[in-house]
């Protein structure tokens, strides 16, 4: 004799996902009237209804036979609230209405990414995860590309600006960034807990960076004999086995030595 069951589609069909090594999988397993429990059971005949289907089944543990009725859940609209840098708007999105929304679960809109921060139930209360229909209102941030601050001097003026770039990104303080078609050099990087000078961090864990614009090649050109002399070994000015002192900066009338003066014997 045959038994109308009425179930929605959260039970799955040949669902083999997060199936353990001690865990027997069942070929769809759905529940027995009579076994009370889930058991596999054998598609007997199936018949489109609506969005969804009948199907007639036989418990493989107690040979009983019963219909299911698959029918998908109502989709709702949930008012998000989609912040982006410092623009925010608000969309409404479908989402089923048995679906469970957690803090940072993250779905794809407009080919962007966003993460869930809040979740804020009919009754006022925030949460950290509800069923769709119990949901006021929810929102969520960008999560595939963020904005870092930053703070840019030169000499002593210091002036603001922004950079929109992808979550995976990192900077390493000390190192060169190219803006604008300038250079500039990462002095320190904040991370709300404190500042690095020498450490990389990822673009999301930001809070502010601080840029200094590096000094002019002419800044570290040697400004001595002992220094170019120096600069030659290196090879910075070319090759030069035997560094000459340049006349240009050498005194007229005065001819350099490399020779030490002998001391006079005492007496």
Known sequence: ???????????????????GEDEVLLENAVLCPTCEDLTGHLILNEKPKGNGAD???????????????IRPPPVLKIPFVLTEGPSSMTKHIEIDADEILELEDVFQDDDKLWSI???????????????ASKIARATALRCDMVRVKLTMTRGEDSSADVLIVPAETKYTAGHLIDLDDETWRIRAIHTGRGRTLRGTVDAPDIKRMYLHEPPNPEYFAPRTPRERRQAWKEGK????????LPKEIVKKGVTPSNKRKKKRPRN
Do not use: W
């Open 237 to 244: 000015l070319g090759f030069n086995p035997n560094p000459i």
């Open 117 to 131: 921060n809040q979740i804020e139930r009919k009754d006022g209360r925030l949460l950290k995860y509800c069923e």
């Open 55 to 69: 199907y007639l089944l036989k418990c493989e543990e107690c040979s009983k036979i019963h219909t299911v009725h």
């Open 1 to 19: 004799m045959d038994e109308d069951t009425e179930l929605d589609d959260s039970i799955a069909f040949d669902d083999a996902e997060d199936i």
